[in-house]
Antibody
């Protein structure tokens, strides 16, 4: 069974940093592209970042480019999102999601339960 | 960026057909593949993949759900609608980065 478990969320002041983790199990992590998607309270879904299976290709939404860094450790089956210079508009539930097929990261086949990030003074 | 437009809400009677529309600001087809995908999100839950590449049913999803369309106009159909289908439905394109989602259509029962 595919499982994605996010952690690392919490309350943080504006301008500070936070690092999210997503522990994957139930599939060969190193074969799949991975993604972060967020959802502000009461709002819709916003794609944040994607990383290919070997970390060769990385993409970011313009809203986070230069502030967030997606990375992965295939030996630890873990996806990361390092967030810096946090703003109030980054407040959201952050989901980790797996790509649809090995090496083919166009849709989000499995989602974690999310970890809540609140940016407030 | 490719903008996806969905109606905010749709009210349908149980056992009737629901058609949820998603229109894109640019063509999301390429080499015969529609880079359009659909998700269901129930309150308090994470989204769930329903349809990928326009019309392919995701694993474990009932055949009551179907996807159609091409180019800039896509439709998610639920037929017949069941009470458990009450949720918000999102379309998502992967033709180009940044990947984008529609704003969601909330399905309500009449």
């Amino acid at each position: 069974e595919v499982q994605l478990v996010e952690s690392g969320g919490g309350l943080v002041q504006p301008g500070r940093s936070l690092k999210l983790s997503c522990l994957a199990s139930g599939f060969t992590f190193s074969n799949y592209g991975m993604n972060w998607i967020r959802q502000a309270p009461g709002k819709g879904l916003e794609w944040v970042a994607s990383i290919s299976s070997s970390s060769s290709y990385i993409y970011y939404a313009d809203t986070v480019k230069g502030r967030f860094t997606i990375s992965r450790d295939n030996a630890k089956n873990t996806l990361y999102l390092q967030m810096t210079s946090l703003r109030s508009e980054d407040t959201a539930l952050y989901y980790c999601a797996r790509g649809g097929l090995p090496g083919y990261n166009h849709w989000f086949a499995y989602w974690g339960q999310g970890t809540l990030v609140t940016v407030s003074s | 960026d490719i903008v996806l437009t969905q109606s905010p809400a749709l009210a349908v009677s149980l056992e009737q057909r629901a058609t949820i529309s998603c229109k894109t600001s640019q063509n999301v087809d390429n080499y015969g593949i529609s880079y359009m995908h659909w998700y269901q999100q129930k309150p308090g839950q994470q989204p769930k993949l329903l349809i990928y590449e326009g019309s392919n049913l995701a694993s474990g999803i009932p055949a009551r759900f179907s996807g159609s369309g091409s180019g800039t106009d896509f439709t998610l159909t639920i037929d017949p609608v069941e009470a458990d289908d009450i949720a918000t439905y999102y379309c998502q394109q992967s033709k180009d980065y940044p990947f984008t989602f529609g704003s969601g259509t909330k399905l309500e029962i009449k």
